[in-house]
């Protein structure tokens, strides 16, 4: 996703087929996440309600354009929200109430899920190019300099 958020930026890597391996994966990700049931599902809304405040209340300190930020990642709140939705609504044999009976339930999660894929990408934030050589200059980052040549080139 660099080349497109990022198109000045020199790409090391670029994976063939990933317009076609992103949606279908996601897609694939969020029906497991349905066929958990809603058992899990309902536990798990308690957690990622939990993630979500830490954090906006961790991140709203370290963010450069929280605004853009926020909206950005508005997609993910309203895919999580869908998904709990179905699983309550779904199909019994998923722990549901069955409002939508199988196979109904499986395919409003896969035609959603694209239409969330989606909604995601294009609303991703877009690096300026001094964004991602300060990205890239933190320690620990795949594309950092190892710090001990830092200290070689000093001697």
């Not at 190019?129 to 080139?153: F, V």
């Amino acid at each position: 996703m660099l080349t497109t958020s990022a198109a000045d930026a020199a790409c090391p890597y670029r994976m063939r087929g990933i317009q076609i391996l992103g949606p279908l994966g996601f897609v694939v990700g969020s029906l497991i996440f349905y066929w958990s049931g809603w058992d899990i599902n309902r536990w798990m809304a308690g957690l990622l309600i939990a993630g979500a405040i830490i954090y906006v209340v961790y991140g709203l300190r370290r963010m450069d354009h929280p605004v853009q930020d926020i909206k950005s990642g508005l997609w993910l709140a309203a895919y999580f929200a869908f998904m709990l939705a179905v699983a309550y609504l779904g199909s019994s044999r998923f722990g549901g109430i069955n409002a939508i009976p199988a196979p109904w339930d499986q395919i409003a999660v896969a035609v959603a899920s694209l239409a969330f894929y989606y909604w995601g990408v294009a609303s991703r934030r877009t690096l300026s190019l001094e964004e991602i050589r300060m990205l890239r200059s933190e320690p620990g980052h795949p594309g950092a300099a190892d710090p001990g040549e830092k200290l070689r080139e000093l001697s």
